[in-house]
Nanobody
Framework: VQIVESGGGLVQPGGSLRLSCRVS???????????MGWYRQAPGKQRELLANITTGRTTSYIDSVKGRFTISRDNSNKKVYLQMNSLKPEDTAVYYC????????WGQGTQVTVSS
C-alpha cells in the first residue's frame, strides 16, 4: 500500500488550495473501512492531525482550521481530499494523509507555503 499526496504549492494569504491523497494498493472494500486523516508538520514542530473523516463520512477538525478546511473522501477511487480556504502563513507545512487508527507507511507529503 502506498500513499501519494499532491496539490500543494505557494499561495498568498487568504488563498485556497485543494490537496489530494491517493492510497494505491488497497482494494476499495478495505479503503472504505479506513478512518482517514490529514496531518501536517511545520518546520521544527511535531506532526499533527488536523482533520479526519470516518467511514460514515463524519468529520472532525482541530480548532485552528475549523471553518476553513474541509476533508472529504472518494472511496471508489481510494482518495481523500482537503479543501483549504482562507489560508494563513501559519498553515505553512508539509501535509500528509494516513489511516488514523492503523497508520500505513507515510507518503512523501506535499508542501504548502502561504506567503505574500
Amino acid at each position: 500500500v502506498q500513499i501519494v499526496e499532491s496539490g500543494g504549492g505557494l499561495v498568498q494569504p487568504g488563498g485556497s488550495l485543494r490537496l489530494s491523497c491517493r492510497v494505491s494498493g488497497s482494494i476499495f472494500s478495505v479503503f472504505s473501512t479506513y478512518v482517514m486523516g490529514w496531518y501536517r508538520q511545520a518546520p521544527g514542530k511535531q506532526r499533527e492531525l488536523l482533520a479526519n473523516i470516518t467511514t460514515g463520512r463524519t468529520t472532525s477538525y482541530i480548532d485552528s482550521v475549523k471553518g476553513r478546511f474541509t476533508i472529504s473522501r472518494d472511496n471508489s477511487n481510494k482518495k481523500v481530499y482537503l479543501q483549504m480556504n482562507s489560508l494563513k502563513p501559519e498553515d505553512t507545512a508539509v501535509y500528509y494523509c494516513n489511516n488514523v487508527l492503523r497508520p500505513l507507511d507515510w507518503g512523501q507529503g506535499t508542501q504548502v507555503t502561504v506567503s505574500s
